[in-house]
T-cell receptor, first 112, second 112 residues
Framework: EDQVTQSPEALRLQEGESSSLNCSYTVSGLRGLFWYRQDPGKGPEFLFTLYSAGEEKEKERLKATLTKKESFLHITAPKPEDSATYLCAVQAYGGSQGNLIFGKGTKLSVKP | NAGVTQTPKFQVLKTGQSMTLQCAQDMNHNSMYWYRQDPGMGLRLIYYSASEGTTDKGEVPNGYNVSRLNKREFSLRLESAAPSQTSVYFC???????????FGQGTRLTVV
């Protein structure tokens, strides 16, 4: 069964304290891995797509990496405005096309 | 640029009542999706439409129906609402069947 597990469930950082969020997955054939940011009361906002092991993507203080079994979202020198829930999702080849399998998310809080 | 627009934003229904959630996108995307988000469960796909005129079941379709009215609009109908359908519903759209979906602001539905 295709599955996505995110850890930790919650993470509290001081402003400027770098850290990483983890997304481990089991999928029959990975078509793509996606990172989203979700603010309270809003819909998820697309951040990155990764397609193959070794691939990296960057956007401001965020950097996403991918291996064959997991992905990391590295946050460098975070600011309070980076506080949000970060969601990881995978899309598999075969099965029900269009179906993104989401993890439960990591809630990040950055204190000034 | 509106992106994905959902109506209504909030709704309270009595058990057994019916309602339709509306979704429209202005990005000329072929694919559209309906998800529900519940605490501790993550986002789960209800139905999706790969292109105008087609719809397919996702992970949790029971109790719901959908209509792809045209390329822009994709509605979700609850024929006889149940308390288990209390959730936040998100509509999303994407180009082809990629995971880089754009989400609406959500509809918070409570069934009493």
């Amino acid at each position: 069964e295709d599955q996505v597990t995110q850890s930790p469930e919650a993470l509290r950082l001081q402003e400027g304290e770098s850290s990483s969020l983890n997304c481990s997955y089991t999928v029959s054939g990975l078509r793509g891995l996606f990172w989203y940011r979700q603010d309270p009361g809003k819909g998820p906002e697309f951040l990155f797509t990764l397609y193959s092991a070794g691939e990296e993507k960057e956007k401001e203080r965020l950097k996403a990496t991918l291996t064959k079994k997991e992905s990391f979202l590295h946050i460098t020198a975070p600011k309070p405005e980076d506080s949000a829930t970060y969601l990881c999702a995978v899309q598999a080849y075969g099965g029900s096309q269009g179906n993104l399998i989401f993890g439960k998310g990591t809630k990040l809080s950055v204190k000034p | 640029n509106a992106g994905v627009t959902q109506t209504p934003k909030f709704q309270v229904l009595k058990t057994g009542q019916s309602m339709t959630l509306q979704c429209a996108q202005d990005m000329n995307h072929n694919s559209m999706y309906w998800y529900r988000q519940d605490p501790g469960m993550g986002l789960r796909l209800i139905y999706y439409s790969a292109s105008e005129g087609t719809t397919d079941k996702g992970e949790v379709p029971n109790g719901y129906n959908v209509s792809r009215l045209n390329k822009r609009e994709f509605s979700l109908r609850l024929e006889s609402a149940a308390p288990s359908q209390t959730s936040v519903y998100f509509c999303a759209s994407s180009e082809v069947q990629t995971g880089s979906a754009f989400f609406g602001q959500g509809t918070r539905l409570t069934v009493v």
